[in-house]
C-alpha cells in the first residue's frame, strides 16, 4: 500500500506540468489537452480526478498544503467537465462539447468515481453538474440491448466500458426515478461483456433469472478467448474482465450487495488468461501486439482477483506488476508511461487509473489472499493449451512459453521465463511472422502469406505443429515446428518454387529481440569466433554471425542445422504501436538476389532453440547434436537440457553441409 501511495503521489506531481486553467471560468481548469474527442481529453481529466480523489480519501499522502492544492484541481476538473459536457453550457479548447459519444460513458464513469469519492467536498451546484452528467450518459442505454461480436471485433470492452457509468449512475444516486432502471440494465451490461455462447442454453439463475434470458450477445468464444483489432488480444481480456471489477467497487463503495452478474465468466476467462501471464506481471502476445508492449498494467485485474476473489496467483502477479511500474516511474522521473510511449500523458493518466483502482482494492475487499510462491505460480500454469477458435497453442514450462499461430496472425514466439532474471524479464518481442520467417519476391514487396492447411497434436513432453503456406502464387511453405521439454524449441520447413521466381531476400527464421532502454541497451550475442555487442544507441549494419551457433544473452541458444547463415539486425527507432526497440536474429537470411524454376528447392531451414541456456552449453550442444538415418527417414537426436534424449522425426532430409556447419 505504501507502494501504491508513492506511485500515484508521484504520478500527481507529475500531471502538474500539464494542468491548464480554463477560458471560461477561473474556477475550472484541466490536465491534458482538455479536447472534447480523444484519449488525452476528457479521458484523462477523469483519471486524475479519480486518482486525487482515491488519495484525497483514503490516504495522507498529500501533506496540508498539496491536501489543499490537489483538491482544488480535482474539484476544477469536475467543474470543467461539467461545463463542457453536451449537457452544459461551455465548450472545449476544439469549439466543442464533449458526451453522447462511443467512449464517453467510460469518461462519465470514471469521472463520476473520482466526484463521488469527494462527494463531501463539493458544492451543491456541482454536485447538480456530476448528477446532470453521469444520468445523461446512462440513459443512453436503458432502450437498447449490449452488442455483440466473437470474431475479429469483440464488444466486450465497450460493453464493459458503457458498463461502469451506468453502474456508477444507480450505485451514487439510488434515489434517482431511473435508478432501478439503471441497476436492471447494469446488470445485463455484466451478463453481456464476457457472455460466451453456451450462456444461450443455461439456465442457472442469476440475480433473479436464468443466464440466457439475459443475454442478447455473443462477445468471447466458449473457451473464453476473445477477438479485437482482427486477432486475438489480451489486452482486451484484461480491461473485459476489471471492467466488471471495477463495477463491483461501486456496490461495495455503495454498501450495495454486489450482482452475482459481476462475476459473470470473470474467474473462467482469468483461467485461460493466467497462462499467458508471464512472471513480470505483462501478457505474452501470441498473434501480436498493436498497443505498447509494455504501458498496460493489468494491475487493477490482479489486485481485485487477489482480494475480491482470494486468487494467491492474482495476489503475486499485482505484487510483482506493482514494483515493475514503480521501477519504470523511478526511471522515467515520475512519468507512468514507459519510455518511447507515443501516448505521452495519456498513458500516464491511464496508469495513474489503474494503481488507484488497484489500491481500492484492498481498501473496499479488504486484504488479499496470500500469495503464491514463484515456484508454486511456474507449476499453477504450467502444460500445453491449444485454442482452436482463434487459432494458437501454447506450451508453457518453468523456463519457456513457446507458442504458435495459425490465424489471424502466422506467427511463433519464444520467451524465456526462467527464474533469476527479475531486474531484467524482457527478452522477447512478438513479430507477426515470427519464426515463419518472409521472403521478399522480384524486388517488391513482402508477399501476402496464406495457410492451406495445418494441424496440432500434442506430446507427452510438449506439442508437434504442421501447416503447408503459400507466399503469393510463387511459394509454397512446408513447416513442422515442435516444442518439447523445459528449454527446447525445433522449427523445420521447406520452401519450393510455385513459379519462376527472384527471391530478393531471404528473412528466415526470424525472432524479435527487444533491446532499448527498459531492457538495459544492450544485447551480447556469443558465436563460433567470440561475441557481438550492440548496443541500441549505436546501432550497427546488419551482421552476419559465424559458425552454426549463437547464443543471445545466456537466455537463449541457437543451432542451425540447415538455412541460409545467422544475421543480426538492430532497430534503429522504437517500433511503430508497440513502443520498443525490436532487434531481429535471423536464423537464415540472405539479401543476395537469387533466381530459381517452377519446383526448384528455395529454402531448406533446420534450427534447434534452446532457452536459459550458457554459450558453452551452446557451442557444446552444436558439437553433439547428430541426424541418424531411420528407416524411411532422418532423426535429429540431441540431449535435452533438463535430461533425456530428444528424437525428432525430420521432415525432409537435410543437405550434406550439416557436417561441415557443426
Known amino acids: 500500500m505504501q507502494t501504491y501511495t508513492s506511485l500515484m503521489l508521484d504520478g500527481c506531481h ?24 480523444g484519449n488525452e481529453g476528457i479521458r484523462a481529466i477523469g483519471e486524475m480526478v479519480f486518482t486525487c480523489g482515491t488519495l484525497l480519501k483514503f490516504s495522507d499522502a498529500f501533506n496540508a498544503s498539496e491536501r489543499q492544492e490537489y483538491l482544488r484541481k480535482a474539484t476544477a476538473a469536475i467543474r470543467y467537465a461539467a461545463a463542457t459536457h453536451v449537457t452544459g453550457t461551455q465548450k472545449c479548447p476544439d469549439g466543442k462539447q464533449w458526451g453522447n459519444s462511443w467512449q464517453s460513458a467510460m469518461w462519465a464513469g470514471t469521472l463520476g468515481f473520482g466526484a463521488w469519492l469527494l462527494w463531501d467536498e463539493l458544492d451543491a451546484d456541482l454536485r447538480e453538474g456530476v448528477q446532470r452528467v453521469i444520468a445523461s450518459e446512462a440513459d443512453r442505454f436503458l432502450n437498447g440491448k449490449p452488442p455483440g461480436g466473437r470474431w475479429l471485433d469483440t464488444k466486450a470492452e465497450e460493453n464493459g466500458w458503457n458498463l461502469i457509468c451506468i453502474s456508477i449512475a444507480a450505485n451514487m444516486f439510488p434515489d434517482h426515478p431511473h435508478a432501478a432502471a439503471w441497476n436492471e440494465k447494469a446488470i445485463e451490461y455484466m451478463m453481456n461483456t464476457l457472455s460466451a455462447p453456451q450462456d444461450l442454453q443455461d439456465t442457472t439463475l442469476i ?32 480491461c473485459s474482465s476489471y471492467f466488471l471489477t471495477q463495477t463491483a467497487m461501486h456496490y461495495q463503495y455503495a454498501k450495495h450487495p454486489i450482482p452475482q452478474a459481476a462475476t459473470h465468466h470473470l474467474v473462467d ?25 509494455h504501458g498496460l498494467p493489468y494491475i487493477n485485474l490482479f489486485a481485485s482477483l487477489a482480494t475480491c476473489q482470494n486468487d494467491p496467483l492474482a495476489a503475486r502477479m499485482e505484487k510483482i506488476a506493482l514494483q515493475y511500474m514503480r521501477a519504470w516511474q523511478n526511471m522515467c522521473e515520475g512519468d507512468l508511461a ?23 482494492a484492498h481498501k473496499l475487499f479488504g486484504p488479499p489472499s496470500k500469495e503464491f510462491t514463484s ?80 494441424s496440432w497434436k500434442e506430446t507427452p513432453n510438449g506439442f508437434e505443429t504442421a501447416a503447408t503456406l503459400e507466399t503469393g502464387d510463387s511459394l509454397k511453405q ?39 532502454q527498459l531492457t538495459g541497451g544492450q544485447r551480447i550475442v556469443h558465436h563460433r569466433d567470440g561475441e557481438a555487442v550492440f548496443d541500441w544507441q549505436k546501432p550497427q549494419p546488419p551482421t552476419a554471425l559465424p559458425g552454426s551457433w549463437a547464443n543471445i544473452d545466456g537466455r537463449l541458444g541457437v543451432v542451425v542445422i540447415e538455412g541460409a547463415g545467422m544475421s543480426y539486425t538492430q532497430a534503429r527507432s522504437y517500433s511503430p504501436g508497440i513502443s520498443v526497440y525490436s532487434d531481429v536474429f535471423y536464423a537464415s537470411y540472405a539479401d543476395q538476389p537469387k533466381r530459381f524454376k517452377t519446383g526448384d528447392s528455395v529454402a531448406r531451414r533446420v534450427v534447434l532453440f534452446v532457452v536459459e541456456t550458457s554459450p558453452k552449453q551452446t557451442a557444446a550442444l552444436a558439437q553433439s547434436l547428430r541426424v541418424e538415418e531411420k528407416p524411411g527417414r532422418k532423426v535429429l537426436l540431441f540431449k535435452l537440457p533438463e535430461g533425456g534424449q530428444a528424437n525428432v522425426p525430420l521432415l525432409f532430409n537435410i543437405g550434406s553441409n550439416f557436417s561441415r556447419k557443426k
Open 14 to 37: 507529475h500531471a502538474n506540468k500539464f494542468w491548464k486553467p480554463s477560458s471560461f471560468d477561473p474556477a475550472a481548469g484541466y490536465w491534458g489537452n482538455g479536447i472534447s474527442d
Open 207 to 238: 440475480d433473479g433469472r436464468p443466464v440466457k434470458d439475459w443475454i442478447s450477445a455473443e462477445n468471447v468464444h466458449p473457451d473464453f478467448t476473445l477477438e479485437n483489432h482482427g486477432f486475438f488480444h489480451p489486452a482486451y481480456v484484461a
Open 269 to 293: 476467462t482469468w483461467g485461460m488468461f493466467q497462462t499467458l501471464v508471464l512472471p513480470c506481471g505483462e501478457s505474452a502476445y501470441p498473434q501480436g501486439m498493436d498497443w505498447e508492449l
Open 338 to 360: 514507459v519510455p518511447g510511449s507515443r501516448l505521452g500523458f495519456t498513458r500516464h493518466a491511464i496508469c495513474a487509473e489503474q494503481a488507484a483502482y488497484g489500491y481500492l
Open 375 to 454: 515456484q508454486k505460480a511456474a507449476s499453477q500454469v504450467r502444460g500445453v493449451q491449444p485454442h482452436q477458435f482463434v487459432g494458437f497453442i501454447t506450451h508453457r514450462t518453468s523456463d519457456k512459453l513457446f507458442s504458435v499461430s495459425w490465424k489471424n496472425k502466422i506467427m511463433a514466439m519464444l520467451i524465456p521465463i526462467g527464474r533469476g532474471h527479475d531486474g531484467n524479464p524482457d527478452f522477447t518481442v512478438p513479430l507477426v511472422n515470427g519464426f515463419i520467417g518472409s521472403f521478399q519476391l522480384n524486388g517488391a514487396a513482402d508477399a501476402r502469406v496464406k495457410v492451406l492447411e495445418h
Open 478 to 516: 512446408t513447416v513442422k515446428i515442435t516444442s518439447l521439454g523445459e528449454k527446447a524449441v525445433v522449427y523445420e520447413d521447406y520452401v519450393v518454387a510455385l513459379s519462376d521466381v527472384v527471391i530478393t531476400k531471404e528473412r528466415g527464421v526470424p525472432l524479435g529481440i527487444e533491446n532499448d
